[in-house]
């Protein structure tokens, strides 16, 4: 998107905006804990199979860090680094956060959650405005990663009752 | 922009993107150490008649902080609080910052700065992607604020030389 066309690739910003929405059966209180509770966060957020996890920690309050270094199958690392912007508990989670690829910058995005109540369960609002560096293909997939991760949370949610 | 209509207004969420793009005399060069320097950016950044600065502060390096604390006329406590989330010298800064007033979070935004030479000049494109809470008219006066933010730089490159 960049007008520079004799810039190298990662010097092209894509900025891009996707919103999912899934709907549990648990909570809003639940499905906050699942957001905001390290134990919990870290088996639906980075744990997975073919997923080796170097370290994952999450401070969670406003001006808090979440961050983690793993990688997908012997690949190289890849670095997670949030900060939490904005929670209104039961509600709200606003973080903005960066990724890299082998030591690269990939991207920078801000994400919102949003709970509402939905009959006994909650809807779930996910929304990312995001900065991607380089590759015109990155928004899709992460709105396909962020698809696939919602699902997690359901799996999660549902085994921890 | 929320589904949930008996939410008090401060729980509605929206989402909004803006591009702006001035062109200066200076170049990159000029333009980046303008945004990247703390005296310089507290010059056209935060200084300004009316306006009273309790405090700045610039850590620039990725995952560095920026924070104001300042006043409009005797007004309520602004606070702005930005991270710095990606750096390529000469082109391109990105940062993540929230905002709020009498203690009251109003937005967090994620900006991104372009620079790209232009003749013997610049060519900065900002763009912000902000998620604003409870007041439908933000994303404008964002806009319209973010719109004299780019003349007050003009002013210090001018000045500054």
């Known amino acids: 998107m960049s007008q520079n066309e004799t810039a190298p ?12 929405e899934r709907t549990y059966p648990q909570s809003p209180a639940r499905v906050f804990f699942a957001n905001s509770d390290k134990a919990m966060k870290r088996r639906w957020f980075v744990e997975g199979e073919g997923w080796e996890i170097d370290s994952y920690t999450l401070d969670f309050r406003v001006g808090g860090l979440e961050a983690s270094r793993f990688r997908f199958q012997g690949g190289p690392e890849i670095t997670y680094d949030a900060v939490i912007q904005d929670i209104v508990k039961d509600k709200r989670i606003v973080f903005a956060y960066r990724m890299s690829v082998a030591g690269n910058p990939i991207s920078v995005s801000l994400s919102t959650i949003e709970l509402v ?45």
């Open 9 to 20: 690739a990662s010097d092209h910003v894509i900025h891009s905006t996707f919103t999912l």
């Open 117 to 161: 109540p939905a009959g006994a369960g909650t809807l779930m609002r996910y929304t990312e405005q995001g900065t991607y560096f380089g590759d015109p293909n990155a928004p899709a997939g992460r709105e396909h990663g962020s698809r696939e991760l919602l699902e997690k949370l359901a799996e999660e949610l549902a085994r921890a009752g």
